[in-house]
């Protein structure tokens, strides 16, 4: 028997339907909260006891999909992360995230941001391109080489620093802070060489010069990829290769794998002979 | 099917404003900016006095400083010299901080995140200590009659 | 140089940032802060006097100062106005209207500057 203490709890929850409405309006529903329930637990209870037309994304329920994210009581969460103790609120507001468009009630059409993400050409971008279509061997990149940009590869695609940042605001054509640290995610990994490739695209009056360090992307960044340290990187590699001064990373060389002859000589006590490999 | 109507949700301007509740660093920006256009507006009216009234002559010239004296305007001048002061010292944060130098390193996230602006408040702290400094040492000179 | 405008363009902002830090800081220095230059033992009695300018606007060195002191602050202050006005109205066709615009006022306000300056040391 469960002891424990239920809350009611009044949510507004932003609701809109393209077809009927408008203008969005806020519906208010009470929902029964214990601890530990997430704001996705109660937008799941409404769902399924309140109001079934409530729309809104969700997949993992664990912060990696990064479908959920919701602006909540005015700051940009995602749902299934956000315990809804955490916020120390008697009413509970959530709206869409801003700075997309509203498809239906909670869904952003973050296509914008999907768009922008693919004209930074996000992949590795090498000479030998065979080697990235059929490897044959192993890429040699050391630890400090992979620390220098393995913060900036967690990001989910979930848009929530595109709702904090004040450019993206406005500016409909800035390609956002998501957009500008996975171009420095791939500029930094020392598997690419694809920065001419990439800096046409940023060097645009709508690209990273349009960022003005207000911080708030990392601030508000729900997977702690730091997006404001990744675009001021940004920053220094294009203004160290336009003055001529930036140190030319070399690219990480290929390691074929160790051959079997090598494997027997390292391995002699291995009771099963080696297989004899065919020359 | 009825019309379907698309909900522009964007901010617009008002979210350089205000977007949610964010810390000190967002609102340090649109100070910045808010400085940045009055100095400007500033330029514009200094350089259209210290062209066309010099040139008409010392007769001129004079009549306008006069104009200049009272209280009002010279309120609006320490305005202009604190903007100048916020402006300069918070661009020389920047300065640094867009260079990626005073920012750290990439690190691996650890729960709870840091990014590395919050890392960096003590150099935000005493810029603003700065401000602070600098205007009042500026506003005694004022009071005492230095403009 | 052509492929990476913008880089130049956000690096030169930088660049006549800190030079206004040094020469605006001395123009404000000698312009309000009579007491503090009294302090360290420098005597300028009514900067914004016509004498005072008379006086200043004979010597090449303050000349350079200015013309120099101008372009920084003209370049710098509408290049901000710029990034302003563009993250505001967004469209390809608006930039082009917008960037010239700048330009043109800034070529206006530095020629003004110039020629009166110029035009009172040579008499």
Same mark, same amino acid.
């Given at each position: 028997?469960?002891?424990?203490?239920?809350?009611?709890?009044?949510?507004?929850?932003?609701?809109?339907?393209?077809?009927?409405? %408008?203008?969005?309006?806020?519906?208010?529903?009470?929902?029964?909260?214990?601890?530990?329930?997430?704001?996705?637990?109660?937008?799941?209870?409404? #769902?399924?006891?309140?109001?079934?037309?409530?729309?809104?994304?969700?997949?993992?329920?664990?912060?990696?999909?990064?479908?959920?994210?919701?602006?909540?009581?005015?700051?940009?969460?995602?749902?299934?992360?956000?315990?809804?103790?955490?916020?120390?609120?008697?009413?509970?507001?959530?709206?869409?995230?801003?700075?997309?468009?509203?498809? #239906?009630?909670?869904?952003?059409?973050?296509?914008?941001?999907?768009?922008?993400?693919?004209?930074?050409?996000?992949?590795?971008? %090498?000479?030998?391109?065979?080697?990235?279509?059929?490897?044959?061997?192993?890429?040699?990149?050391?630890?400090?080489?992979?620390?220098?940009?393995?913060?900036?590869?967690?990001?989910?695609?979930?848009?929530?620093?595109?709702?904090?940042?004040?450019?993206?605001?406005?500016? #409909?054509?800035?390609?956002?802070?998501?957009?500008?640290?996975?171009?420095?995610?791939?500029?930094?990994?020392? %598997?690419?060489?694809?920065?001419?490739?990439?800096?046409?695209?940023?060097?645009?009056?709508?690209?990273?010069?349009?960022?003005?360090?207000?911080?708030?992307?990392?601030?508000?960044?729900? #997977?702690?990829?730091?997006?404001?340290?990744?675009?001021?990187?940004?920053?220094?590699?294009?203004?160290?290769?336009?003055?001529?001064?930036?140190?030319?990373?070399?690219?990480?060389?290929?390691?074929?794998?160790?051959?079997?002859?090598?494997?027997?000589?390292?391995?002699?006590?291995?009771?099963?002979?080696?297989?004899?490999?065919?020359? | 099917?009825?019309?379907?109507?698309?909900?522009?949700?964007?901010?617009?301007?008002?979210?350089?404003?205000?977007?949610?509740?964010?810390?000190?660093?967002?609102?340090?920006?649109?100070?910045?900016?808010?400085?940045?256009?009055?100095?400007?507006?500033?330029?514009?009216?200094?350089?259209?006095?210290?062209?066309?009234?010099?040139?008409?002559?010392?007769?001129?010239?004079?009549?306008?400083?006069?104009?200049?004296?009272?209280?009002?305007?010279?309120?609006?001048?320490?305005?202009?010299?604190?903007?100048?002061?916020?402006?300069?010292?918070?661009?020389?944060?920047?300065?640094?901080?867009?260079?990626?130098?005073?920012?750290?390193?990439?690190?691996?996230?650890?729960?709870?995140?840091?990014?590395?602006?919050?890392?960096?408040?003590?150099?935000?702290?005493?810029?603003?200590?700065?401000?602070?400094?600098?205007?009042?040492?500026?506003?005694?000179?004022?009071?005492?009659?230095?403009? | 140089?052509?492929?990476?405008?913008?880089?130049?363009?956000?690096?030169?902002?930088?660049?006549?940032?800190?030079?206004?830090?040094?020469?605006?800081?001395?123009?404000?220095?000698?312009?309000?802060?009579?007491?503090?230059?009294?302090?360290?033992?420098?005597?300028?009695?009514?900067?914004?006097?016509?004498?005072?300018?008379?006086?200043?606007?004979?010597?090449?060195?303050?000349?350079?100062?200015?013309?120099?002191?101008?372009?920084?602050?003209?370049?710098?202050?509408?290049?901000?106005?710029?990034?302003?006005?563009?993250?505001?109205?967004?469209?390809?066709?608006?930039?082009?209207?917008?960037?010239?615009?700048?330009?043109?006022?800034?070529?206006?306000?530095?020629?003004?500057?110039?020629?009166?300056?110029?035009?009172?040391?040579?008499?």
């Amino acid at each position: 028997m469960s002891t424990e203490k239920v809350k009611k709890l009044k949510f507004k929850v932003q609701r809109f339907n393209p077809e009927e409405d %408008r203008a969005p309006h806020l519906q208010e529903f009470i929902v029964p909260v214990i601890h530990g329930m997430t704001m996705l637990d109660a937008l799941f209870y409404i #769902k399924e006891n309140l109001d079934s037309s409530l729309s809104f994304r969700s997949s993992c329920r664990m912060a990696i999909c990064g479908s959920c994210g919701m602006l909540i009581n005015n700051y940009p969460y995602l749902a299934c992360h956000t315990q809804i103790e955490e916020l120390k609120a008697e009413t509970l507001e959530i709206k869409p995230l801003p700075n997309f468009a509203v498809i #239906k009630d909670l869904v952003p059409n973050i296509l914008p941001m999907g768009l922008k993400h693919r004209s930074i050409k996000p992949y590795i971008i %090498r000479p030998d391109a065979q080697e990235m279509e059929n490897p044959t061997a192993e890429f040699c990149q050391k630890p400090e080489e992979l620390n220098s940009f393995l913060q900036f590869s967690y990001c989910v695609k979930c848009g929530i620093c595109i709702s904090a940042c004040p450019t993206s605001a406005s500016d #409909k054509l800035f390609l956002g802070p998501q957009a500008l640290t996975q171009c420095y995610r791939y500029c930094a990994d020392t %598997r690419d060489n694809g920065t001419k490739d990439r800096f046409p695209v940023v060097d645009t009056d709508h690209g990273v010069w349009h960022c003005h360090l207000a911080g708030a992307c990392s601030e508000a960044c729900p #997977k702690g990829l730091d997006p404001a340290l990744g675009i001021q990187l940004l920053k220094r590699l294009l203004v160290t290769r336009a003055l001529g001064i930036g140190r030319k990373q070399p690219l990480v060389p290929i390691v074929l794998p160790p051959t079997v002859s090598k494997l027997k000589i390292a391995a002699p006590e291995f009771s099963v002979p080696p297989i004899q490999r065919e020359t | 099917m009825a019309q379907r109507q698309v909900k522009e949700n964007y901010f617009g301007w008002r979210g350089w404003v205000w977007a949610g509740r964010y810390q000190v660093e967002r609102y340090l920006y649109l100070f910045h900016r808010i400085t940045g256009l009055g100095l400007v507006l500033y330029l514009m009216l200094h350089l259209c006095v210290m062209t066309v009234f010099r040139v008409q002559g010392q007769g001129i010239y004079e009549i306008i400083m006069r104009l200049f004296d009272n209280p009002v305007f010279k309120a609006g001048e320490y305005l202009v010299f604190a903007a100048f002061i916020y402006h300069g010292l918070n661009g020389l944060r920047l300065i640094l901080q867009e260079l990626g130098f005073v920012l750290g390193k990439p690190t691996p996230p650890v729960y709870p995140y840091k990014d590395s602006l919050r890392k960096k408040r003590p150099l935000v702290l005493v810029m603003i200590a700065l401000v602070l400094i600098f205007a009042l040492v500026v506003l005694f000179d004022f009071v005492n009659g230095g403009f | 140089m052509r492929r990476m405008r913008h880089t130049y363009v956000w690096f030169a902002q930088l660049v006549t940032a800190a030079l206004i830090a040094a020469f605006l800081g001395i123009h404000m220095v000698l312009m309000h802060l009579e007491d503090i230059l009294g302090f360290f033992g420098v005597e300028i009695h009514e900067p914004t006097s016509w004498g005072s300018m008379i006086e200043r606007a004979g010597k090449g060195s303050w000349l350079a100062f200015y013309i120099l002191f101008l372009a920084f602050v003209v370049y710098h202050g509408l290049n901000g106005l710029r990034g302003i006005l563009l993250e505001l109205m967004p469209s390809p066709k608006v930039e082009r209207v917008i960037n010239w615009t700048i330009i043109a006022l800034g070529v206006i306000a530095f020629a003004l500057g110039t020629y009166v300056p110029v035009a009172l040391f040579q008499s």
